[in-house]
């Protein structure tokens, strides 16, 4: 009986032991608090996609006789969290399968799946997390390849963040992923045997808590590719090195929202005939909302991407952008967004020329409040490619509907 008043003890004790006090932890905290939906011990954050209901002018992004065709994207998503013992351990599954739909072009119809889940601890001065992902989807993967192939993701890690002190904090994490594209034929290209690869990333962070939704770090990372065929092994597989450094502004609603992150990258492929990268690289995205009208955004995304063009291991892609958002009345938002694109290829040949693409992107939006922070939008999209290579130069102009969760 002593041993048993002992345990029972220790465990009204645990509360207060593993109460969150990591950022981590806030955070998590603040995303259950949120879900609307409560059912037995699974709290349920539910969604709805609606994305790209309206005319593509371009299916395939062809230069010449293009495809016009009605498509839309729908289906159900959640987030589902089942804390254990007062949210001392949570474990969470986020799916969504979704079915794209074309009108003429049937052979471009598909059901997509996405799924992600995670098991996290949450200490007073520690937050441990396990996660995996899953997806299975027809999608345009980046602004190289025209078409949607078929892509499985494969992935998991783990990841562990200490507080030092009352504001600093340092994390270690481990990820890997294994992508896997069907087999089709693109421009003589095989995309199986050019793109699927497992990716391992190690990663050491700092943070410092300027306040309470304003946080400093600085992240090392270390990357290693591997190619799953032999050939494609020799010419491709690489290892890379980066350091970070910037801003994170955490609010869910804010003035500023969003991350600064600038860093300098060494990309080094084992082919010593294959020019390495040393550079910079990065992956900001800001907000701020100037007054009850007026919002404005800036974006800079810049990295290493794998290429399929030839003798071309990877290509550098640089994409700022900027944007603004007016409210005229609390439940209308009109939208302009402009980003100006540009692939960099560093290997060419008399035959082949070093590649270089440019492309801009302009978009607009009219948002319709529908309930607190959800809104439909009729949107347009203009796409511009335009390359040093012949047969590369498209235009794509896309008009529909477009659902969001954040007016």
Avoid: C
């Avoid at 990372?221 to 092994?233: I, M, P, V």
């Avoid at 350091?243 to 609010?251: A, D, I, K, N």
């Amino acid at each position: 009986m002593r041993t048993v008043r002992i345990l029972a003890a220790a465990l009204l004790l645990i509360p207060a032991a593993l109460s969150a006090q990591t950022w981590r932890g806030q955070a998590l905290e603040r995303l259950m608090d949120n879900a609307p939906w409560r059912f037995g011990p699974f709290l349920i954050q539910p969604s709805l996609v609606i994305a790209n209901a309206g005319v593509d002018s371009n299916v395939y992004y062809q230069p010449t006789n293009p495809v016009k065709d009605f498509t839309l994207t729908a289906g159900p998503a959640a987030t589902f969290y089942v804390p254990v013992h007062r949210r001392a351990f949570v474990l969470s599954l986020y799916g969504s399968p979704q079915y794209v739909w074309y009108s003429k072009t049937e052979q471009e119809r598909s059901w997509n799946y996405y799924f992600r889940g995670a098991a996290q601890i949450n200490l007073k001065n520690a937050f441990f997390s396990v996660d995996g992902v899953y997806s299975d989807a027809r999608e345009r993967y980046s602004t190289e390849v025209d078409v949607r192939p078929r892509r499985k993701e494969l992935g998991g890690g783990a990841s562990t963040l200490l507080r030092l002190g009352y504001r600093t904090s340092f994390a270690l994490g481990y990820r890997a992923v294994r992508y896997d594209y069907e087999a089709i034929d693109y421009q003589g290209f095989d995309l199986r045997e050019r793109l699927n690869r497992r990716e391992n990333y190690a990663t050491m962070s700092f943070y410092y808590q300027a306040a309470e939704f304003r946080r400093f770090f600085i992240d090392l990372e270390y990357g290693r590719f591997d190619f799953e065929s032999k050939t494609q092994a020799a010419l491709r597989n690489a290892e890379s090195g980066a350091v970070y450094g910037g801003l994170e502004f955490t609010q869910i609603s804010g003035r500023i929202r969003g991350r600064l992150r600038l860093g300098y990258k060494k990309f080094d492929p084992k082919n010593p005939l294959t020019p390495a990268y040393d550079g910079l690289v990065g992956d900001t995205q800001l907000s701020a909302r100037l007054n009850r009208m007026i919002s404005v955004r800036g974006s800079y995304l810049r990295d290493v991407q794998f290429s399929i063009w030839y003798g071309d291991a990877y290509y550098i892609e640089t994409r700022p952008g900027v944007g603004v958002s007016f409210y005229p009345l609390f439940f209308i938002r009109l939208d302009y967004d402009y980003s100006r694109g540009s692939n960099r290829y560093p290997v060419g040949t008399s035959e082949d020329p070093t590649r270089h693409d440019l492309y801009n992107i302009h978009s607009g939006g009219v948002y319709f409040r529908i309930m607190r922070t959800t809104a439909l939008g009729f949107i347009v999209s203009w796409w511009d490619r335009r390359s040093n290579i012949e047969g590369q130069d498209d235009q794509r102009l896309f008009y529909g509907l477009n659902l969001t969760y954040d007016f």
